[in-house]
């Protein structure tokens, strides 16, 4: 069974530039999650989804930031304009049921916004 | 709200050492999962073990040891005979199924096993 799957892998865009990040969750599985790795700041959640409605899109940093689930296969986030502040890895997870059970990753998108 | 500590940002050891790696937990909730994660260096983050706020008993799976102790608010995590295979950022994390809060994770401890 395919994992969650992120697209794409790398990304490397100059700053004021629209990017979108692309992920599959696992199917059959009804909460989606975006996390920021950081060095500075670690692994913070930036939104997530159930059964494709957001539930807590608090972390999201700026108005810049969005993010949709248009179905239960794919989901978008995305920056606009982008900033070099934005430069992360940006993980995508899903889990079966409630937000609070086990997250399975994605392998994550480096984005680097010069 | 939640909160975890990670206080060992990295930590270096030589093969076969025994180390541990340490996790304190906040939360006003008395029913919670805690969790350790792995993320070697090719970057995904791989699940290693949940458990849940009313089993404390002890959990070993080959090298690998978890010491939950409620008492202190820790959930260690402990590699016994460490090999360089093991060398990755270990994740501990924390989530709260009422109010379904999501995952909250430490900043991770970078762990180095030279050969």
């Known amino acids: 069974d395919a994992g969650v799957i992120q697209s794409p892998r790398h990304e490397v865009t100059e700053m004021g530039q629209e990017v979108t990040l692309r992920c599959k969750p696992i199917s059959g599985h009804n909460s989606l999650f975006w996390y920021r790795q950081t060095m500075m700041r670690g692994l913070e959640l930036l939104i997530y989804f159930n059964n494709n409605v957001p539930i807590d899109d608090s972390g999201m940093p700026e108005d810049r930031f969005s993010a949709k689930m248009p179905n239960a296969s794919f989901s978008t986030l995305k920056i606009q304009p982008s900033e070099p502040r934005d430069s992360a890895v940006y993980f995508c997870?899903?889990?079966?049921?409630?937000?609070?059970?086990?997250?399975?990753f994605g392998s994550g998108t480096q984005l680097s916004v010069l | 709200a939640q909160k975890v500590t990670q206080a060992q940002t990295e930590i270096s050891v030589v093969e076969k050492e025994d180390v541990t790696l340490d996790c304190v937990y906040e939360?006003?909730?008395?029913?919670?999962?805690l969790f350790w994660y792995k993320q070697p260096p090719s970057g995904e983050l791989v699940f290693l073990i949940r458990r849940n706020s009313f089993d404390e008993q002890n959990e070993i799976s080959g090298r690998y040891s978890w010491n939950f102790q409620k008492s202190t608010s820790s959930f260690n995590f402990t590699i016994t005979a460490s090999q360089v295979v093991d060398s990755a950022v270990y994740f501990c994390a924390l989530s709260v199924p009422s109010g379904n809060t999501p995952l909250v994770f430490g900043k991770g401890t970078r762990l180095s096993v030279i050969a």
């Open positions: 939360t006003r909730d008395t029913t919670y999962y």
């Open positions: 997870a899903s889990s079966p049921g409630q937000a609070s059970e086990k997250l399975f």
